[in-house]
């Protein structure tokens, strides 16, 4: 009754005895089987519950699992909840709890004993600590990540020194090599894929910042990839806690704008992608030799000012290509 008041339960209809009897049980608890019957769980995880915990809570001598998660409340954890021997797990997640988390607790989480859960509580300090509990996470978190990604980093750059060994056999027989409309737009449609995943489909978000037509790799199928090295996180983020994989980029893919700016966004991604589209369609490079150099762009755009599609397809395509 005192857990009920502090925490304002009005919504709850408790009365009575909370076990017996057994067709009427409290709802957010259940009880043990035992002669004397106990409370052994109680759950009031999303609840709209404010205010400080009640210390009386400890007196559940008898509970197991306590949920109090996804709340509002404040105030520090009380120190009672040590004595709870039985207690198997804590949640407290998602609330606005302040203070040190008591030590007891966070002794029994380290060996095992108590599964404790109190991210997302922003002012909540642990032992020992100046920093709040959540950026503390979030740091181990990243550590991780950069972990893994440097380590996929150096597969890359094996597979990279393998596949360019194979690849200088193959930059030789280019030229005599041309891939007819429709599989040009099972290219251009794979790459667009691999970019998507990077830009959205990864947890944070990864940029390229290298898209060119040597890092695409082809296989027997024509199935395109694009090549995984030279990648680039979005970042920093506001505890600047991202390290960053410098990619330099290629002359005549690179964004210009970026160049302005310095600043890395996808979009430095999706214009690289928009010079091997053109590439794809025109059979020139991005930088093309002819009495000076000329941006494939700039050699492109008053072509399609004036309307003259034929002139900048590829003419080895011999007019088999769809401008729709």
Known sequence: MDIKDKLRLTNRSWAGDPCLPEDYPWD????????????????????????EIPASIANLNELTSL???????????????????????????????TGLVPSTLIDKNDSGVLLLSIFQNPSLLRPNSSEPTPKKSKKNMFIV???????????????????????????KNRNSVSLNWEQRLRVALSVAQGLEYLHCGCEPPIIHRDIKTVNILLNEKLEAKVA?????????T???????????????????EYNITNKLTDKSDVYSFGIVLLELISGQPAIILEEERLHIVHWVTPKIKTGDIVSVVDPRLQGEYDIN
């Not at 608890?29 to 769980?41: D, F, G, Q, S, Y």
């Not at 990540?145 to 200088?168: E, G, N, Q």
């Not at 030279?230 to 920093?236: A, D, N, T, Y």
């Open 67 to 97: 949920n109090l998660s996804n709340n509002q409340l404040t105030g520090p954890i009380p120190e009672s909840f040590a004595h709870l021997t039985k207690l198997k797990s804590l949640d407290l997640s998602r609330n606005n709890l």
């Open 228 to 236: 995984d090295f030279g990648l680039s996180r979005l970042g920093p």
């Open 238 to 256: 506001e505890d600047d806690t991202h390290i960053w994989t410098i990619a330099v980029g290629t002359p005549g893919y690179v964004d210009p």
């Open 145 to 171: 990540v950069i972990s893994v990604s440097a380590t996929i980093v150096l597969l890359f750059a094996f597979a990279f020194v393998l596949i360019m060994k194979t690849r200088k056999i193959n930059d």
């Open 28 to 51: 957010a608890l259940t009880c043990n089987e035992a002669p004397n019957r106990r409370i052994i769980t109680l759950d009031l995880s999303g609840s709209g519950l404010n205010g």
